[in-house]
């Protein structure tokens, strides 16, 4: 139902997009979160774009390099990804929620994920 694309290797201070395609369900109707899971680590919050109140507060370490927007289409949601840091090094998931916020237990719909690397 959710489709991830555009991970790669990039090199520190680069820029990914990120997308989060759905078929079979409207996202328009769902708040989306980001989360990403490092090696070794436990998943965690990245950025949660609410479905009315529009961008809630990122992950700090994130805040102001990582901004997620709807596209112009109505399934695809992004996550444009600026000035990337090797410790942003993970595997990044989208999930659509039924709610206005994005908690991992209220995700109706989780991608598969994308690979990102950021290293010299």
């Known amino acids: 139902q959710l489709v991830e694309s555009g991970g790669d290797l990039v090199q520190p201070g680069g820029s990914l997009r990120l997308s989060c395609a759905a078929s079979g369900i409207s996202l328009d109707r769902y708040s989306i979160g980001w989360f990403r899971q490092a090696p070794g680590k436990e998943r965690e919050a990245v950025s949660c774009?609410?479905?009315?109140?529009?961008?809630?507060r990122d992950l700090n370490s994130v805040e102001d390099r990582f901004t997620s927007a709807r596209g112009n289409a109505k399934n695809t949601v992004y996550l444009q990804m600026n000035s990337l840091k090797p410790e942003d090094t993970a595997v990044y998931y989208c999930?659509?929620?039924?709610?206005?916020?994005?908690?991992?237990?209220?995700?109706?719909?989780w991608g598969q994920g994308t690979q990102v690397t950021v290293s010299s």
């Open positions: 999930a659509a929620h039924n709610a206005e916020e994005c908690e991992e237990s209220s995700a109706s719909y």
């Open positions: 774009l609410r479905r009315f109140a529009g961008r809630a």
